[in-house]
């Protein structure tokens, strides 16, 4: 049985033709594009990943720059065209401050660290498994650790 585990951008047009059909979407609630495709917290509660979008500076970049680039995001992100071709693609802009967009890569990043941190400890081999019968095996024949199955 084929299978996707994609953003909502690549599938929306398919999923709308009846081409594929959305068992569920990742985000905490149902898409406002997709209102009758459930949201796996519905299912399963806490189930939140979600894909983001963001502009980011080096460090060190002036405040007044970072400002500059946000209001004009903000106006872009804004206007009637633009808002209409998101919600074609499925997209549900947020629009927040630099701080806001700054915590959420850190609760991000501590969020996704506890999921990865201790299934990397266990691997030093990164590459995708193979499938063969039997399971996944890492290159050499040898069984791959359980994270990768």
Known sequence: MPLIFGGITASIQMTKSGKLKALGVTSPRRAKALPDVPAI????????????YG???PGGTPREIVKKIH??????IRRADFLERLD??????VANTPEQ???QIKADIAKMGKIVRPRAQNSTDFSPPRMRRGGAKRRGG????????
């Open 142 to 149: 040898q069984p791959a650790p359980q994270s990768l199955r």
């Open 88 to 93: 074609k693609d499925g997209i549900e802009p």
């Open 55 to 57: 502009f980011m500076a």
């Open 41 to 52: 917290a519905e299912t399963l509660p806490g189930f939140d990943i979600q894909a983001w």
């Open 71 to 76: 209001d004009d995001s903000v106006t872009i």
């Open 101 to 103: 967009f700054a915590a």
